[in-house]
Antibody, heavy 117, light 109 residues
């Protein structure tokens, strides 16, 4: 069974940092591109970052460029998102999702990041 | 960046009725690159349709997708109580990996 489990969310002050993790199981993690997507409270979905299977291509949405870093460890079946210089507008549920055939076929349950003083 | 506009914003229907949800793109999207998701409160989105018209694993056949170019439709042939949720379309391509529509809320009338 494919599973994606996020962790690392929490309450952080503006300007602070958090590292999100996504533990994958039930599939060959190294074969798939992966994504971080967020959803602010009561809002829609936004693709935050994307990484290909070998980390050869990485994408960030403009609002997080220079502040967030996506990475993966295929040996540990894990995806990461290092978030620095956090702002109130980064408050959201963060999901990791697997790319399959131009869709995201499996999603984690999400981890809540709250940026507030 | 391709902008996806979903309509209506809210759709009020009764169980047993047919639902048609629209997703319009600001420029042409390859048919292979349009997906639909369902999201219920407190849950992650679930993939329904990929490639504009292919049902994902385990999705009932009352869900169907159609369209090409800039106009796409998700149809639910006969609404079940569990179908009332928010639906998002998503496109892949252009210079960014993916963008979503703003969502259509399907509510019980």
């Amino acid at each position: 069974e494919v599973q994606l489990v996020e962790s690392g969310g929490g309450l952080v002050q503006p300007g602070g940092s958090l590292r999100l993790s996504c533990a994958a199981s039930g599939f060959t993690f190294s074969y798939y591109s992966m994504n971080w997507v967020r959803q602010a409270p009561g809002k829609g979905l936004e693709c935050v970052s994307y990484i290909t299977s070998t980390s050869s291509t990485i994408y960030y949405t403009d609002s997080v460029k220079g502040r967030f870093t996506i990475s993966r460890d295929n040996a540990k079946n894990s995806l990461y998102l290092q978030m620095n210089s956090l702002r109130a507008e980064d408050t959201a549920v963060y999901y990791c999702a697997r790319t399959y055939s131009s869709s995201w076929d499996y999603w984690g349950q999400g981890t809540l990041v709250t940026v507030s003083s | 960046e391709i902008v996806l506009t979903q309509s209506p914003g809210t759709l009020s229907l009764s169980p047993g009725e047919r639902a048609s949800l629209s997703c319009r793109a600001s420029q042409s999207v390859g048919s292979s690159y349009l997906a639909w998701y369902q999201q219920k409160p407190g849950q992650a989105p679930r993939l329904l349709i990929y490639g504009a018209s292919s049902r994902a694993t385990g999705i009932p056949d009352r869900f169907s997708g159609s369209g090409s170019g800039t106009d796409f439709t998700l149809t639910i042939s006969r609404l079940e109580p569990e179908d009332f949720a928010v639906y998002y379309c998503q496109q892949f391509g252009s210079s960014v990996p993916s963008t979503f529509g703003q969502g259509t809320k399907l509510e019980i009338k």
